[in-house]
């Protein structure tokens, strides 16, 4: 078969996607401490490769296919991806695995600078096998989620267009749940010096994530109408969540603040993936504003009930992703004139439907997360050592450190770690801060 302009779209559109995760790492990286950075964007990258292993071997096959029980598709029917040479599913192949890549890559922030590299090398694969593969093939590849599946068939087909559910809900649960598992930084809620070390970072990568994200959502478009559509709503709804945060940190805090312009953008991002080819601009626009102000004010959920999420991925994608998908129910377009949202007056079908997929998929990633990580937390541990914590993570698990200034801190005084710091890394150099 010739090549096409569609396939040379989701190629493209492939390649977008697969940039977000190194536009992720500068955005978690920037948002963490000094200390922390490169262990923090290694944690992205390492995803690329660990999940594009998995995927070529068994992951693809689990995604779609003959379903076993309508969970999960037989990981040997298309093991090593021999059976797609020639055809042009690979391209689709090839497509979906950015998306698992990233999904996994996103729950890393809220374990930054406490976690072992060799135990997140280790969660990768297993969570991307049991949970997101599972998942993927539930919503998109005819299990249990999707129009003929026991669930989808007895309360109607939920809209995740792009991966509300399947990315992150799932996503942002399992953060919840390594959160806890991990327990809370040294300092939390305390040390000032556990404030984001690099804002300009956090912007480059919420811009390349923004970037990517119109292959994310677009990629699938079947029709240049629909793809109008979602490359419109790509645009409108983050603008009107960053817009949405950046007013509520006026009026709550007094002031806006870059940080908050670069997190309301992903919030925005985040809702409207499950919508994006079926909500109207407008239905857009308001989506992106309710997602901002809300995910804004989830940010301070985490002191108040004691869990430490580092870097929020709990309230900008678990919270987003619930309020996109959960919206579906009542700002969706009718189509050919039937069904829709509330606001259509297409009654609560659509409404139930969205509910119970992202309670499955919910139930499906805590139940999972917390088997997978407290085995690992349990065997060869989870967590760095205290002391580790204290001299930066970047050192203790990767020898190296983000920025050096000889025998000098990022603050400009001496770092109280520096002959800690050469030990480790047989270099005259001291960490920084």
Not at 402 to 416: C, R, T
Request: aromatic share 10%; glycine share 16%; proline share 3%.
């Amino acid at each position: 078969m010739d090549l096409t302009a569609g396939h040379v779209w989701v190629m493209i559109s492939a390649a977008m996607v697969l940039l977000m995760t190194p536009g992720l790492a500068f955005f978690y990286g920037g948002m963490t401490r000094a200390k922390a950075a490169l262990n923090m964007m290694m944690m992205s990258f390492v995803a690329v490769g660990l999940v594009g292993i998995v995927w070529v071997l068994w992951g693809y096959s689990m995604t779609g296919g003959e379903g076993i029980a309508q969970l999960f598709g037989n990981p040997f029917a298309s093991f090593g991806l021999t059976g797609l040479i020639g055809t042009e599913d690979m391209i689709g192949a090839g497509y979906g695995a950015t998306f698992a890549i990233i999904t996994v890559a996103l729950i890393s922030g809220a374990i930054a600078d406490r976690a072992k590299f060799g135990a997140w090398t280790l969660f990768v694969p297993i969570w991307v096998t049991l949970v997101y593969c599972p998942l993927a093939f539930m919503v998109w590849g005819g299990g249990l989620l999707s129009a003929d599946g026991a669930v989808g068939s007895a309360v109607g087909e939920a809209i995740d267009f792009a991966g509300g559910t399947v990315v992150h809900i799932s996503a942002g649960v399992a953060a919840l749940v390594l959160a806890l598992i991990l327990g809370k930084r040294q300092g939390f809620g305390k040390d000032p010096a556990q404030r984001p070390h690099n804002i300009p970072l956090v912007m480059l990568g919420a811009a390349l994530l923004w970037f990517g994200w119109f292959g994310f959502n677009g990629g699938a478009a079947g029709t240049a109408e629909e793809a109008g559509l979602i490359w419109v709503n790509t645009m409108a709804a983050p603008a009107a969540a960053m817009v949405g945060w950046i007013l509520t940190e006026r009026f709550r805090d007094g002031r806006p603040t870059s940080l908050g312009a670069a997190s309301g953008i992903v919030a925005g991002l985040v809702a409207i993936t499950p919508a994006c080819a079926n909500v109207s601009p407008v239905g857009a626009v308001c989506l992106g504003l309710v997602s901002g102000a809300v995910c804004a004010l989830a940010v301070g959920i985490k002191y108040r009930l004691g869990f430490d999420d580092s870097l929020d991925v709990v309230a900008v994608h678990l919270v987003a992703g619930i309020t996109g998908t959960l919206a579906l129910g009542f700002i969706a377009l009718p189509v050919d004139g039937a069904g829709g949202g509330l606001f259509y007056g297409g009654g609560a079908g659509q409404l139930l439907a969205q509910t119970v997929a992202a309670v499955v998929a919910i139930a499906l990633s805590a139940i999972m997360t917390a088997i997978i990580g407290l085995g690992i937390h349990k065997t060869i541990g989870f967590r760095i050592t205290p002391d580790d914590e204290v001299s930066g993570v970047d050192l203790s698990e990767h020898a190296e450190t983000a920025y050096e200034f000889g025998g000098l801190g990022v603050g400009g005084s001496f770092h109280p770690f520096a002959e800690q710091a050469k030990t480790k890394q047989n270099v005259p150099e001291a960490v920084n801060s």
